[in-house]
């Protein structure tokens, strides 16, 4: 149980073009997905915060316009990179809570990633 | 600025030995704590998790947690070659505001 699927597993854009992920919890629902990049050998960093049918909440020093999140569904969150330029180029996961376990106590199931090269 | 702090390795043991891996937290509120592996290049993976001091077994893994000493372990008996990952420790922050927050991780490297 608790799968998360995340598509696509790599992308390789041009710089300027728009990469949409996906996220899908598959066999949970879940009110609240995080995004997170991973630069090589450093540690995750997270991006925002997606709660289903509100806005995300973005940490320090991520532009919100730049990643755009949305969380349509308690299935579905989708992290778009805008305009995307080289140091862009990063590993991008997403993970989910499920719903039915309390907010403080549940671990995050992670999606498979998404290898994004921009050139 | 709550913290969850690893040894970054890597901790080099032999095929078959028992591997130790430590972290410590300073939010002496934070009461679930989590393990992940992380291959080279993969998303992290659920290990085990934990709530309650004392120790939970599951398989060769075995997790410990020790809330007076804000301190949680994670050993690997009979290590295997395919243990060699990264080992991501996190727990939860006390407060509203619940965010998990991530130690840098422990590398941890098993010779045949």
């Known amino acids: 149980g608790a799968v998360v699927s995340q598509h696509p597993s790599r992308v390789i854009c041009k710089s300027g073009t728009s990469v949409k992920i996906e996220c899908r919890s598959l066999?949970?629902?879940?009110?609240?997905m995080f995004w997170y990049r991973q630069f090589p050998k450093k540690s995750l960093m997270l991006m925002a915060t997606?709660?289903?049918?509100?806005?995300?909440?973005?940490e320090q020093g991520v532009e919100k316009d730049k990643f755009l999140i949305n969380h349509a569904s308690l299935t579905l969150s989708t992290l778009t990179v805008t305009s995307a330029h080289p140091e862009d180029s990063s590993f991008y996961i997403c993970?989910?809570?499920?719903?039915?376990?309390?907010?403080?106590?549940?671990?995050?199931?992670f999606g498979n990633g998404t290898r994004l090269t921009v050139t | 600025q709550k913290e969850v702090e690893q040894n970054s390795g890597p901790l080099s043991v032999p095929e078959g030995a028992i591997a130790s891996l430590n972290c410590t937290y300073s939010?002496?509120?934070?009461?679930?704590f989590f393990w992940y592996r992380q291959y080279s290049g993969k998303s992290p993976e659920l290990i085990m998790s934990i709530y309650s001091n004392g120790d939970k077994e599951d398989g060769r893994f075995t997790a410990q947690l020790n809330k007076a000493s804000q301190y949680v372990s994670l050993l690997i008996r009979d290590s295997q070659p395919s243990d060699s990952a990264t080992y991501l420790c996190a727990g939860y922050n006390a407060g509203n505001n619940r965010k998990l927050i991530w130690g840098l991780g422990t590398s941890l490297a098993v010779n045949p």
């Open positions: 066999d949970f629902q879940a009110t609240t």
């Open positions: 997606s709660n289903e049918g509100s806005k995300a909440t973005y």
């Open positions: 939010d002496r509120g934070s009461q679930s």
């Open positions: 993970s989910a809570r499920d719903k039915g376990q309390g907010a403080g106590n549940s671990p995050l199931h």
